[in-house]
T-cell receptor
Framework: DTEVTQTPKHLVMGMTNKKSLKCEQH?????MYWYKQKAKKPPELMFV???????INESVPSRFSPECPNSSLLNLHLHALQPEDSALYLC??????????????FGPGTRLTVL | DAKTTQPTSMDCAEGRAANLPCNHS???????VYWYRQIHSQGPQYIIH???NNETNEMASLIITEDRKSSTLILPHATLRDTAVYYC????????????FGKGTLLTVNP
């Protein structure tokens, strides 16, 4: 299984809602990533988890809260978002963080709209 | 990581080779050249990477110039499904975790 799955595919939420994005991989990868992609822009790294521990936070606002409950799952909890947070949220995984030559496998993304 | 420069867009006829250039004139000795692509509304997909030598896999070939300041990704027989944004990324080896995507090249394969 060389797939990264993400749910939901689409999400519409109000600024006062709390929602979560989910990501799952069964490749035995120990590094997982969240990226944000605005329309017509390249993906930008948000968070990196290595062995279920948060290792990198790219100065992301606290209204985005990542969680890695186990080595296969990665969540992104959303609270009090703004309309400018509307974007495609991509999850990725790779074998290790330290081995930089490892390719990253990306999921299809969750398209988030904040009203 | 070194910066890359790619054309904004390119066209290619179906069945012909697509040659996508990338300039990375400030590349360091320990930096690799990676290529990813992103088909519309999908996540990016790894294609190939290389350091000095030319590389080939089932998807593409990567030609890196001797001075390593530029490279070309070659899709030997482009199909309509190869229409995508292609990203050239330069990335150090070792503990570097980060993929820094540039603007990429939109390749349109025409019938």
């Amino acid at each position: 299984d060389t797939e990264v799955t993400q749910t939901p595919k689409h999400l519409v939420m109000g600024m006062t809602n709390k929602k979560s994005l989910k990501c799952e991989q069964h490749m035995g990868h120990r590094a997982m990533y969240w990226y944000k992609q605005k329309a017509k822009k390249p993906p930008e790294l948000m968070f990196v988890y290595s062995y279920e521990k948060l290792s990198i936070n790219e100065s992301v606002p606290s209204r985005f809260s990542p969680e890695c409950p186990n080595s296969s799952l990665l969540n992104l909890h959303l609270h009090a978002l703004q309309p400018e947070d509307s974007a495609l949220y991509l999850c990725a995984s790779s074998e290790r963080v330290g081995q930089a030559l490892n390719e990253q496998f990306f999921g299809p993304g969750t398209r988030l709209t904040v009203l | 990581d070194a910066k890359t420069t790619q054309p904004t867009s390119m066209d290619c006829a179906e069945g012909r080779a697509a040659n996508l250039p990338c300039n990375h004139s400030t590349i360091s000795g320990n930096e690799y050249v990676y290529w990813y692509r992103q088909i519309h509304s999908q996540g990016p997909q790894y294609i190939i990477h290389g350091l000095k030598n030319n590389e080939t896999n089932e998807m593409a070939s990567l030609i890196i110039t001797e001075d390593r300041k530029s490279s070309t990704l070659i899709l030997p027989h482009a199909t309509l499904r190869d229409t995508a944004v292609y990203y050239c990324i330069v990335r150090a080896g070792g503990s570097n975790y980060k993929l820094t995507f540039g603007k990429g090249t939109l390749l349109t394969v025409n019938p």
